[in-house]
């Protein structure tokens, strides 16, 4: 089992910036972090995520350019950077473990993930 928080979220002009954190414990070695965000009457959306192997990220192609993901291994945290925030960004943000150990491909898909944190609000202002 893992248990995941978010925190950091809030309100940000467009073009501005939030770094957002998702502090693990319990389970995480060998196991993909995901960030995901979900705008009203969406589906959950992936963002990016880290491999277990590499910690290289992977991100979706709507935030890739714009988002980073990185770890702080001796806090356990990964943290989901956030630049040039646009309109169609506002969402509640979730990190996730996913549910495969040692996956040998990227895990894209929100049934691959478990232990989801409650997820903070992100919201641009125009």
């Known amino acids: 089992q893992a248990q995941l928080v978010e925190s950091g979220g809030g309100l940000v002009q467009a073009g501005g910036s939030l770094r957002l954190s998702c502090a693990a414990s319990g389970r995480t070695f060998g196991y993909e972090i995901g960030w995901f965000r979900q705008a009203p009457g969406k589906e959950r959306e992936f963002v990016g995520a880290t491999t277990w192997s590499s910690e290289i990220p992977y991100y979706a192609d709507s935030v890739r350019g714009r988002f980073a993901i990185s770890r702080d291994k001796d806090k356990n945290t990964d943290y989901l950077q956030m630049n040039n925030l646009k309109p169609a960004d506002p969402a509640v943000y979730c990190c996730?473990?996913?549910?495969?150990?040692?996956?040998?491909?990227?895990?894209?898909?929100?049934?691959?993930?478990?232990?989801w944190g409650p997820g903070p609000p992100v919201t641009v202002s125009s």
């Open positions: 996730a473990r996913g549910r495969e150990l040692v996956p040998s491909n990227g895990v894209r898909a929100p049934d691959g993930y478990e232990s």
